[in-house]
């Protein structure tokens, strides 16, 4: 498997632009995951889901955020509008479950910048 | 607020040494903590998962360990190399009120002197 896909791996866009972010998990894993990284903040988690279906948004920052699973095979974030606080790494990763044995694997993550 | 310290911040040492990279967390119930390692612009890579149940993990120069009850896990690289040099992160996962993702520390960034 190649692991947790993410595009685009750069993203420069201007405040008040919309961005999207792409991610395709690992196949079988039934739960995905969408973290930030930021200098400040460290890493938080923004949002996942179980087959499909989001389950905890509580670390979604303001309605400027979304995120949809359309299938097992494809989410996005969406950013609309973005500003410049927004600048940060995005990663998604994905797991088989919940079991205490199950890893997260992440993704290399999505480097955006809003100027 | 359930958090993960990790100390130190940065640490730089020559290349052989022996080290131990500290981490702890403000809340005992926990499924499992994992330490990863992320390379400059980098993605984060797995390198131990230690269940609440376990007390130590080994994978090669590395050394993870576990003491729930005082919440602190500890990183120990033996014989460090300069490709060890990266940030480190540790991860709880707490249990309980779905809070199934993971909380990160911050990191320690280290630097292996050749």
């Known amino acids: 498997d190649a692991g947790v896909i993410q595009s685009p791996r750069h993203e420069v866009t201007e405040m008040g632009q919309e961005v999207t972010l792409r991610c395709k998990p690992i196949?079988?894993?039934?739960?995905l995951f969408w973290y930030r990284q930021t200098m400040m903040r460290g890493l938080e988690l923004l949002i996942y889901?179980?087959?499909?279906?989001?389950?905890?948004d509580s670390g979604m920052p303001e309605d400027r955020f979304s995120a949809k699973m359309p299938n097992a095979s494809f989410s996005t974030l969406k950013i609309q509008p973005s500003e410049p606080r927004d600048s940060a790494v995005y990663f998604c990763?994905?797991?088989?479950?919940?079991?205490?044995?199950?890893?997260?694997?992440f993704g290399p993550g999505t480097r955006l910048t809003v100027l | 607020k359930q958090e993960v310290t990790q100390i130190p911040a940065a640490l730089s040492v020559p290349e052989g040494e022996n080290l131990v990279l500290n981490c702890s967390f403000t809340?005992?119930?926990?499924?499992?903590l994992q330490w990863f390692r992320q390379d400059p612009g980098k993605g984060l890579t797995s390198l131990l998962l230690?269940?609440?149940?376990?007390r130590e993990q080994t994978s090669g120069r590395l050394n993870a360990s576990l003491d729930k009850s005082s919440g602190r896990s500890t990183l120990y690289i033996a014989a460090s190399q300069p490709g060890d040099s990266a940030t480190y992160l540790c991860?709880?996962?707490?249990?309980?009120?779905?809070?199934?993702?993971?909380?990160f520390g911050k990191g320690t960034h280290l630097i292996i002197q050749p």
């Open positions: 809340d005992s119930a926990i499924y499992n």
């Open positions: 889901f179980n087959n499909n279906v989001p389950i905890d």
């Open positions: 991860a709880v996962r707490y249990s309980g009120g779905g809070a199934d993702g993971l909380t």
């Open positions: 196949s079988g894993h039934d739960y």
């Open positions: 990763a994905s797991s088989l479950g919940l079991a205490p044995e199950l890893e997260q694997f």
């Open positions: 230690i269940q609440s149940s376990q």
